[in-house]
């Protein structure tokens, strides 16, 4: 398995801000993770954070909104640029732990007002 | 296009009351098929891998099984503390680590 440790752990951000959430995975892996979930909603592939490379966003997601930076292989980051009310959600780290399996952090609450 | 469902989105149970929850899932080419158990406030838990027809896993009081359409999460004589979000999330082949998530049943055990 894979320990992941995400910061911060929820926040209050003002519309127009930007937050960056860290996330950091105990293992070297090749790839990460960044998932979201709405208020009630489950969870959806922002991007695949890979090091030494672009990340790969999903349909919907666009790298001027949600720049990822990966700097070595157990560590990434995620940045939500010029956040309105409609970024508040829960954001996910995932790393994977073995051959298929994915672990996850506990989760970045935000919360634009 | 792949697509996970689960049923039901809510279920209230007694103690002691077993049940099932269910997930159907289409995929093309399914790598493999994960059961999550996640908390009010954090992140999911990983519970089981299942990788083909007819595999099963157990801990504790549930137990997946896993069909070519769909898989159960079996929760046997469940308590309190079994109450939380189950995410049902299937692998494609060739979909490298990405997960593709159902919207989840939210279960809640009385005493």
């Known amino acids: 398995s894979a320990v992941i440790s995400q910061k911060p752990s929820r926040d209050i951000c003002q519309r127009g801000t930007s937050l960056t959430i860290q996330c950091q995975v105990d293992?070297?892996?090749?790839?990460m993770f960044w998932y979201r979930q709405q208020p009630g909603q489950s969870l959806t592939l922002i991007a695949t954070?890979?090091?030494?490379?672009?990340?790969?966003?999903e349909s919907g997601f666009v790298i001027d909104k949600f720049p990822i930076s990966r700097p070595n292989l157990t560590f990434s980051t995620l940045t939500v640029s010029n956040m309105s009310p409609e970024d508040s959600s829960i954001y996910l780290c995932?790393?994977?732990?073995?051959?298929?399996?994915?672990?996850f952090g506990q989760g970045t609450r935000l919360t634009v007002v | 296009e792949d697509q996970v469902t689960q049923s039901p989105e809510a279920l209230r149970l007694q103690e002691g009351e077993s049940s099932s929850l269910n997930c159907s899932y289409t995929v093309s080419g399914l790598r493999g098929l994960f059961w999550y158990r996640q908390d009010p406030g954090k992140g999911p838990e990983f519970l089981f891998t299942?990788?083909?027809a007819g595999e099963e896993k157990e801990k504790e009081r549930l137990k997946a099984t896993l069909t070519k359409k769909e898989s159960f999460l079996h929760i046997t004589a469940p308590k309190p503390e079994d109450s939380a979000t189950y995410l049902c999330a299937v692998q494609a082949s060739g979909g490298y680590n990405k997960l593709i998530f159902g919207a989840g049943t939210r279960l809640a055990v009385h005493p």
């Open positions: 954070a890979n090091q030494g490379s672009e990340a790969t966003y």
């Open positions: 299942l990788y083909s």
């Open positions: 995932s790393a994977p732990g073995g051959s298929t399996e994915a672990f």
């Open positions: 293992s070297q892996v090749t790839m």
